[in-house]
């Protein structure tokens, strides 16, 4: 009954209205890991993005006021990996906080001989359980200036909230009932070992090394290389690409082939 009320009060909220159809066609056009959608697709994404804007606070810092447009692209690009799978996704918080630049955090954090320092890191997003999502819209336009990268802070950031639907950032979001945990356990283990093993010698990583920070940061990162470049997944880590297609429900890979560099591939680089 409650599923069916809400369903009722989405409808309700589309019919107030929707992104503007001038200004989404000009979102889609513009985002790399947009391209080749198909329409039935699409137009499910814009209602997503509708009603994530009418469900979630946006909100500046610092004097930034997120202007339709940037609402419009951070909606879209947050509702992407949410596109097959629903908006629910997305409950139990309520609030986007949007930074001009990278911002600072600070935090006490203990080293190996169990002494607990105070820290300050810079970064271009944070996700907490229950909080906000954080997101530096200088480091997202740095991005998004480099189509098939394979990042996008955006997408890194829903990944980790999509990751806390368990009750901890560890690598492993539910998975739906035809999923099997134990390979998709074995398949993240092995592409993480990898690239352990692919650090420790100094080797190039076909992924941004940030994703050996732990299991929450490869699964974010993994993500962003999903849905921006596919084809580097595909090439590097085809069981990883499985797995994530199987919970995304989603074959960006078929829907950018024809958008992939046609000279090698750019190099990852750090956040």
């Known amino acids: ?47 997503l993005a509708s009603l994530f804007l009418r469900e979630k606070t946006l909100t500046g810092v610092g004097g930034l006021v997120p202007d339709e447009r940037m609402q419009a692209e951070i909606a879209a690009l947050a509702c992407l990996p949410v596109l097959e799978l629903g908006l629910e996704w997305y409950e139990g918080w309520h609030e986007v906080v949007i930074y001009g630049e990278t911002f600072v955090v600070e935090r006490e954090e203990m080293d190996e001989a169990g002494v607990v320092h105070r820290v300050r890191r810079p970064l271009a997003g944070e996700s907490w359980g229950e909080g906000p999502v954080i997101l530096s819209w200088g480091d997202y336009l740095h991005e998004r200036r480099q189509p098939g990268s394979g990042h996008n802070v955006i997408i890194h950031e829903f990944a980790h909230k999509l990751d806390l639907r368990n009750g901890a950032a560890n ?42 920070t732990d299991p929450a940061e490869f699964f974010a990162v993994a993500s962003e290389v999903f849905f921006e470049a596919p084809w580097r997944m595909q090439q590097h880590e085809p069981a990883l690409y499985r797995q994530l297609r199987q919970f995304y429900r989603q074959d960006p890979l078929h829907r950018l082939r024809h958008h992939a560099p046609h000279e090698g591939d750019s190099p990852p680089g750090s956040r």
Not at 22 to 45: C, I, K, N, T, Y
């Open 171 to 212: 690598g492993m979001p539910p998975l739906h009932a035809d999923m099997d945990r134990q390979a998709w356990t074995d398949t993240f283990t092995a592409a993480w070992d990898r690239l352990q093993r692919c650090l420790a010698y100094h080797h190039k990583p076909w992924i941004d090394p940030y994703a050996a």
């Open 1 to 47: 009954m409650l599923r069916r009320l809400h369903r009722a009060w989405q409808a309700w909220q589309l019919r107030r209205g929707r992104i503007p159809a001038r200004l989404w066609r000009s979102v889609v056009a513009s985002l790399h890991a947009l391209q080749g959608l198909p329409e039935p697709q699409e137009v499910r994404l814009r209602a």
